[in-house]
Each structure stands twice: as C-alpha cells, then as structure tokens.
C-alpha cells in the first residue's frame, strides 16, 4: 500500500479530478491545536511505477508551509493546477502549484472573523466554492474575485463542513456544532431545510453520488446517519461502530450506497448503508498518509 510521512497530522486528503494519480493534503502541527500548516501534492504514479518489491513512497509535487493550520482543501473543478485550502487564521487561500512556493498563495481571502474549517469545489458548474467557518457562516466564492459572493446566516454555533450536490449546482449542505445539517440553496438566503441530524455536534456531512436525495453526517457522538432530505423526520439508517467522534464522511463515487469514515478514534471504516451488517471492513490507523486501493480488504494490506 502507497504510504507518505507528512510533516504534520494530515486534516483533508483530496484526489484530483483532472489527474488521478495526484492527491492534495492539508496538514496541520499538533492537531490544528498550535502550530503550522502545510498544503501538499503527492504523485502516487512514482509509488506504482516501484513494482514488487519496492517500498511505495508517493513523491511530494509541491510543499507549501503556512504559519497558521490547514483543516481542508479542495481541487479546483475547472483549473488542473489551482487549490483552495481553508486556514486557522480565518483566511482561504488559493494557491496554483504549477508555480513555485515563493508565488504562492495566489490569492488570499480575508473575510471570515475566526477559523474556515471546511471548503468545496462546485463539482457541477465548477466555477464556485464554499467556505464553513467558525465564525456561524458560509461562504460563497469565485476565484477571479477578490470579495465573496455571497454570506450564509442561520446556525447557531461553529460552521465545519459545506458540501456540494453532486447532481444540482445551486444546492448544498452544512454541519454544525449547532447539531443541525442544513440544505441551501444559493439563490435563497435562508436554508430550504434543517434537519436535527443528532444529539451533539455534526462534524461533516456528504452528498450520495447517485442518489441526490440522500445525505450521511457524521457527529461527535459517534455516529453517521443517512437521511433523504425528501422526508428527513427520521434517518433512513444509522452506523455505529467507530469509538469516537466521527470526523469526516464520504460517499463513494465508484459503487452506490458505499460509504468511508473516519475517526478521533483513530480507525476508517467502510460501509454500505443499505445493508443489514453495514459494516464491509474497518482498520486503524496512524499519522501517514496511506492510498487504499478500491475493491481491497485494508486489514490484509
């Protein structure tokens, strides 16, 4: 299995929609908790052209380091070599790693009042991103300009996570320390729908890839639960097996109803939600950077 030693905990790992063999990664210093950050861009096709035997090491692209922690990135949709990664300082950065780190960002985006925690790329106009903060809002960018386009109000407490639909270019979702995932839409200014998705703080949240009704959030108290926003008083369905908060969660793009989760437990777990033993495998991990190839056992790797 492809493994690369960060320089710090990595926060946010995204594979590239233009190159498939390239993987950008957030990192931050003790958690985010104090320290630096670092935006990276791995090529995993040096780690396959090792062959048998070879000890399979990603080769580093670009390294930029900040002075305040990363807690995401994103590709951009439209532009193979542009990034957006979301700072501690409450800023979003924009970096183009086809240049060197001394131009780099390219961009420096100053509107938030305390920590951006999530970002995301419109997969399906592909010329707008989201910003989740601290500070109770989202955003809504354009990387040719310098302001943001337009403010989200209506949680009550911490921003962490904003996801696109990946059907609908004006529809998206955020989780909150307010225990609520909320679906928008960008021509309105309130949210179209709050679901009370769990009894403690929702750390992220996803979007099923076949099925633009459906919707996973993971929270605090331990759980991912899936909802289809068409008729969201209960949960279609709800994973427990990780130990601690659920820190992120991602529908697969290559197979419906399979889900991937990670943990403050220090486990990643996959899922089909439709099934009755929900849980395909599960494995833990430490503070590399590992590449699991689709269709594998990670307990064999």
């Known amino acids: ?88 300082d409450g800023s979003v950065r924009l970096f183009d790693v086809a240049l060197p780190p001394a131009q780099n960002p390219v961009r420096l985006l100053r509107e938030h009042a305390r920590e951006v925690h999530g970002i995301d790329w ?21 990387p040719d300009r310098p302001a943001s386009v337009r403010t989200f109000r209506g949680h009550d407490y911490c921003v962490y996570a904003a996801a696109w639909s990946a059907r609908h270019p004006d529809v998206f979702a955020s989780a909150s320390g307010d225990r609520t995932a909320r679906v928008w839409d960008v021509r309105e200014p309130a949210p179209t729908l709050v679901i009370p998705a769990h009894d403690h703080e929702v750390l992220s949240l996803d979007w099923d890839k076949y099925d633009p009704s459906i919707l996973a959030t993971g929270s605090v108290d331990k759980s991912i639960r899936v909802w289809d926003v068409r008729s969201p008083r209960a949960p279609l369905t709800q994973l427990a097996g990780h130990g601690y908060a659920v820190k992120r969660v991602r529908f697969s793009p290559h197979r419906q109803g399979m889900i991937m989760s990670c943990s403050y437990d220090m486990t990643v777990c996959m899922w089909d939600y439709r099934k009755e033993d929900a849980l395909l495998a599960s494995t833990g991990w430490d503070e590399m950077i590992y590449v699991w190839p689709f269709g594998s056992d990670p307990r064999a790797m």
């Open 1 to 88: 299995m492809p493994a690369f030693k960060a320089p710090a905990p990595g926060f946010s790992v995204r594979f590239s929609p233009f190159h498939e063999q390239r993987l950008l990664v957030a990192a931050s210093q003790h958690f985010g908790l104090v320290g630096n950050g670092h935006l990276l861009v791995l090529d995993l096709s040096a780690a396959a052209a090792g062959g048998l035997g070879a000890a399979p090491a990603p080769a580093p692209l670009f390294a930029f380091p900040t002075s305040d922690a990363l807690f995401d990135c994103a590709w951009s949709e439209s532009h193979e070599s542009l990034c957006a990664a979301a700072s501690g």
């Open 122 to 142: 419109n997969p399906v106009r592909r010329d707008a991103f989201l910003s989740a903060s601290w500070d109770d809002t989202l955003k809504l960018w354009s």
